[in-house]
């Protein structure tokens, strides 16, 4: 099935502010409270801030354009405990990083998923996969560093096993934890994220 991947920005820019939100609230994911909180309350506001980058996922259904998903992208400095790395991916990641070989955490910037959601609304998640839905957004981060350069992607997600089985499958691996921000805590279960990191030269 084709999909077609539009910016909140341009579509902000092209029908205005109040017709962008009637599409944003009109999407459902009660499997995530926090992939619907954010698309509604704070996607907009995020990309006026440049904090980040919403693109909806849209497909042709019974004849209308609906969104069938969405992503959000930021860049992040995050910390990843070197002993959580394999020796391979140790190298690799090492040319992107701050600090010295005898530190026990690289520093490093790198673009982050902070959202991903299927939208349930009418059951237009049943027109893509999760996999579909993933590649689509690590396809966007690999148009940004054919021209900035870069290879890795991390994201952030609760410590669920379906969720970790989903990204594994799909070539991240777990490198730490992020204790939950207060303004988090509503929106996720538990007190902290899983952090996953995928070299996209692999994939």
Known sequence: MAYNVISLKDMYEAIGEE????????????LNKDVEYFIKEKA???FKMRISNTFLV??????SNVV???FALTNKVTKIKRSSLSNSIRKRINRF???VAIEKYYTVALPLIGQLGKN???NYNLLISGDE???????????????LGGKFVFIECEDKEKLRQFYESNGFVCFGKRNLEKDEKEQNSGNYLLQ?????SNT
Do not use: H, W
């Open 44 to 46: 907009i506001q995020f």
């Open 19 to 30: 017709k962008t939100k009637e599409i944003l609230d009109s999407f459902e994911c009660p």
């Open 196 to 200: 996953m990191l995928c070299d996209l």
């Open 97 to 99: 990083s701050e600090g």
């Open 120 to 122: 349930y609304k009418n």
């Open 133 to 147: 839905l993933l590649k689509l957004a690590c396809d966007k981060i690999k148009e940004a560093q054919n021209i």
């Open 58 to 63: 849209c497909s042709t259904y019974r004849g």
């Open 68 to 70: 069938v998903g969405y």
